[in-house]
């Protein structure tokens, strides 16, 4: 239709929601998902394991000739607001985006098959508030081994491979390392959902898989896709908030009124509507300017993540506020939405970070 | 080729074929709109024979494209904004066939400007407030009142109007919608000077006026239906944005920004660049919405995006100022106008910051749209009301 991006859901979006959506309300419900806080991590990797193999998940940007499904990012997207909307504590931001993009970025294909197959899991090994264009490697090579070390990966705790990016004389290198071979060290995350892990690579032995320009692209792209597709997870966990909260106000009662019929309150959850669907139009957008290769795909991955990180912070806090005091309670679940949008607003850059990367892309300098 | 590509490759068929029979060089302006019109290429979402093709929506700005890229004059639809959104698309959907005949047309050419005859002072956000009455007089009805805010009275030859016309039944019931002719005898326009200076809306004062039945629009009785549908269209136009990057204020101001670096601070472009993306992200919704209702009605979720607009008008208008520095503490004219058409961008940065107090009030205060959102999107209790039910002629006024 003419030039105009579909924002929109079609019919096969739709029934990978619905079976996303149905292993989810099963498997990850918020009394499954609260244990991982008290470092009860077990099931999680069966967990994953149902989503990447009996859904596909793993597969959905792996090409068809790689063992994958050849879906596109808009299918992605949609996966991620379900994920979103279930805090769900499984890697497929961290590995079937952003590190299966930076092997198809870098041109290396050969650990796709398996990554698709759901069989392992990688991780790209900066910290998870780098954003698009701004990785700064921490890690150089000396003699064939690796040495330094790297804060707040997401995804690490999991991983198989890890892709490092290594700073070098001729420019920024990617390198593959077995998860086993690197020392993993769990951090106490604000987001045990996606906890983060601190990574020392000293003298572990690596595989440089992309020299100086195909590495400083895979890196970019891989960031920068993570950080456009993210904006639908940060969309899903608004989602939950303001649904949960619209029904919580139609039933609790103060004052010999339900609650949700003081003009207040109601003004509060209009506003809120709008901010939500607002973020649903700026993330779909991101999805499908990824998915399309459209060369407007920067400026709306940046303007997607810069609205929806704080969409979605919004949305928990307003979730918390308006839930009173049992909002503040562990057996509620609006504590999980909330670390998990703090988290994801400085993941994958601030909004002020985003918002530096669009003032440069559409030529309002700061100065 | 898909069906749409087809659409596509037809609709450029019939571009061709009109700038063929009426070279935009070589026509008359007027000429040229009407040809137009009559080859569906008004809006092609209107049936055919009523400016359109009976297409999607969607499709409208692909013949908008290839039109202006042919320098084929538009209808310069400021001019007649309340017209096209939302005369038009309310007569469309309740007119009699002889009604959508004899207006669509003169309507979208500009020919025939429409205002809104809707609030009266005592009932603006409760529209179905409303006191000017119509009482029946055999095949005609006689108008009496008072309405207020109407904008572009002075230049309107029709009006959409709201009139009560049964006192006895409670106020959504009691109300009829009409198409009144302003140069009936008892139309009386006066300035109402605003908070710019100018004179852009009017009184309008209703004395025996004579408006025949064969312009009623939709039943007797049915007023407040009809309405919803104007107003809910008008939120639309009102909140629809503009389809390009930095169309509306978020260009006013980002054009200043660059070509001003002097001006530029730290404190300035970290508030530009949050409403840029909210700028480009309401683009985005509006683009979303209008997909959504491709083949639809709107919904109250054109009052959604009406609230964005007026808020992103009014912060954006405010930095611009701002921004000026010294340059802010002047203003262009304070001379009592009537102006041509509405300008919300147009003019200079004093008159924007003023005039965008008016968004989150015409068409809807913000507050009552969040309400409508609240309610009708969300489901929340409605407003305790203590109108319901009672006759019209029996509340406290």
């Not at chain 1, 390392?177 to 996606?194: F, K, Q």
């Not at chain 1, 103060?254 to 139009?281: C, M, N, P």
Request: proline share 5%.
């Amino acid at each position: 239709m003419s030039d105009e991006l579909d924002l929109l859901y079609t019919d096969v979006e739709e029934s990978v929601r619905d079976s996303v959506r149905s292993l989810l309300a099963k498997r990850s419900t918020p009394e499954q998902v609260v244990r991982v806080y008290d470092g009860d991590r077990s099931g999680l990797a069966e967990l994953w394991q149902a989503l990447a193999a009996e859904l596909g998940l793993a597969a959905l940007l792996v090409p068809e000739e790689h063992g994958g499904a050849g879906a596109s990012a808009r299918e992605a997207a949609v996966v991620l607001e379900e994920l979103g909307r279930y805090v769900a504590p499984v890697p497929f931001l961290t590995s079937a985006v952003v590190a299966t993009t930076a092997l198809l970025e870098a041109g290396a294909t050969d650990r796709l098959g398996e990554l698709a197959a759901g069989e392992r899991t990688a991780a790209l090994a900066v910290p998870f508030s780098t954003a698009p264009g701004r990785a700064v490697p921490a890690v150089s090579v000396d003699g064939g081994v690796l040495q330094g070390s790297v804060h707040a990966v997401a995804g690490a705790l999991e991983a198989d491979l890890l892709l490092v990016p290594v700073r070098t004389d001729g420019g920024l290198e990617l390198h593959e390392v077995s998860g086993g071979d690197a020392r993993v060290t769990p951090v106490t995350s604000l987001d045990m959902t996606r906890q983060v892990a601190d990574i020392d690579l000293t003298g572990v032995a690596s595989r440089r898989i992309a020299g100086a320009d195909a590495a400083e692209r895979a890196v970019g792209r891989a960031l920068e896709t993570g950080a456009a597709l993210m904006a639908s997870e940060q969309y899903g966990v608004a989602q939950w908030c303001l649904d949960t909260t619209v029904e919580y106000l139609k039933i609790r009662r103060q004052f010999g009124r339900i609650v949700g019929g003081f003009q207040a309150l109601k003004h509060r959850l209009a506003d809120l509507y709008v901010t939500v669907e607002s973020a649903r139009a700026a993330a779909r957008y991101a999805a499908a300017a990824v998915a399309a290769g459209h060369p407007d795909r920067s400026v709306a991955a940046s303007a997607a993540q810069a609205y929806c990180a704080d969409a979605a912070v919004l949305a928990a806090e307003e979730a918390i506020q308006l839930h009173g005091g049992v909002g503040m309670t562990w057996e509620h679940p609006a504590h999980l939405y909330l670390k998990r949008a703090k988290a994801d607003q400085i993941a994958l850059g601030t909004p002020g970070a985003h918002h530096a990367l669009l003032a440069a892309l559409v030529d309002l300098p700061a100065a | 080729m898909t069906d749409t590509d087809k659409t596509i490759a037809d609709l450029a068929a019939r571009v061709e074929k009109l700038l063929a029979e009426h070279p935009p060089a070589a026509t008359d302006r007027l000429e040229f709109l009407r040809a137009r019109f009559d080859a569906g290429l008004a809006w092609v979402h209107f049936p055919e024979g009523l400016g359109g093709l009976g297409l999607p929506r969607e499709l409208q700005a692909h013949v908008d494209r290839l039109l202006a890229r042919a320098g084929a004059p538009d209808n310069d639809p400021r001019r007649n904004g309340i017209g096209l959104g939302m005369a038009a698309p309310t007569i469309l959907a309740y007119g009699t066939e002889e009604q959508k005949k004899r207006f669509l047309r003169p309507l979208w050419t500009g020919e025939e400007i429409w205002c809104q005859l809707f609030s009266e002072p005592g009932a603006g956000s409760d529209l179905a407030a409303l006191a000017t009455r119509a009482e029946r007089d055999g095949d005609h009805w006689i108008v009496n009142g008072q309405k207020v805010w109407t904008s572009g009275a002075h230049k309107a030859r029709w009006a959409i109007l709201v009139a009560r016309t049964d006192p006895g039944a409670p106020k959504h019931r009691g109300m009829t919608y009409f198409l009144c002719d302003m140069t009936d005898p008892g139309v009386e326009v006066r300035p109402l000077r605003q908070i710019t200076g100018e004179a852009e809306f009017n009184e309008v004062f209703l004395t025996d006026v004579k408006i025949p039945d064969s312009l009623r629009l939709g039943e007797e009785g049915e007023g407040w239906r009809v309405a919803t549908a104007t107003l809910m269209n008008e939120r639309v136009a009102i909140g629809g944005g503009d389809p390009r990057r930095e169309g509306g204020m978020i260009g006013v101001v980002a054009g200043t920004w660059r070509e001003r670096p002097e001006l530029r601070t730290p404190e300035l472009h970290a508030r530009l660049m949050r409403l840029w993306v909210e700028a480009e992200v309401a683009r985005m919704t509006g683009r979303r919405l209008r997909q959504k209702l491709a083949a639809g009605q709107p919904g109250p979720e054109g009052s959604a995006a009406k609230l964005t607009f007026a808020r992103l008008a009014q912060q954006l208008s405010g930095l611009e100022l701002e921004l000026l520095g010294a340059e802010g503490l002047r203003y262009d004219d304070w001379t009592m106008k009537r102006p041509e058409v509405v300008e919300f961008t147009g003019k200079d940065a004093g008159y924007r910051y003023l005039r965008a107090k008016g968004n989150s009030i015409e068409g809807g205060t913000s507050e009552i749209l969040r309400n409508i959102v609240a309610e009708r999107v969300l489901g929340l209790p409605p407003e305790p009301r203590t109108d319901k039910d009672v006759p019209w002629k029996d509340l406290p006024r």
